[in-house]
């Protein structure tokens, strides 16, 4: 009952930038916390950055840390995902999730609704 759709995906030479968005619709309430995960052909998904919808606070794996910054729009029920100083690394599909809990949570496991997920290729 709740809806996410990525965008925002797309090829950048490395070092650059990329912005995604993650619109939310359906069942939509300000406690959810909202997560980005990725996932590389043949590797397990893995988290990326975390956001607590009402409370504002961040959390990101240590391989983003600085580079991305996680942000939210309640208003437009939306979540960012600002991509920094992109590596070939990065490369992934990029999965946008939301939790009930509203704590903004590393843990897969945590998450209830998931985003059909957008493509993210970094070149080098």
């Known amino acids: 009952q709740v809806q996410l759709v990525e965008s925002g995906g797309g090829l950048v030479q490395a070092g650059g930038s990329l912005r995604l968005s993650c619109a939310a619709s359906?069942?939509?309430?300000?406690?959810?916390?909202m997560g980005w995960f990725r996932q590389a052909p043949g590797k397990e998904r893995e988290f990326v950055a975390a956001?607590?919808?009402?409370?504002?606070?961040?959390f990101y794996a240590d391989s983003v840390k600085g580079r991305f910054t996680i942000s939210r729009d309640n208003a437009k029920n939306t979540v960012y995902l600002q991509m920094n100083s992109l590596k070939p690394e990065d490369t992934a599909v990029y999965y946008c999730?939301?939790?009930?809990?509203?704590?903004?949570?590393?843990?897969?496991?945590?998450?209830?609704?998931w985003g059909q997920g957008t493509q993210v290729t970094v070149s080098s």
């Open positions: 359906g069942r939509t309430f300000n406690n959810y916390g």
């Open positions: 956001i607590s919808w009402t409370g504002g606070s961040t």
């Open positions: 999730a939301a939790e009930l809990l509203g704590i903004g949570s590393r843990r897969i496991d945590e998450y209830d609704y």
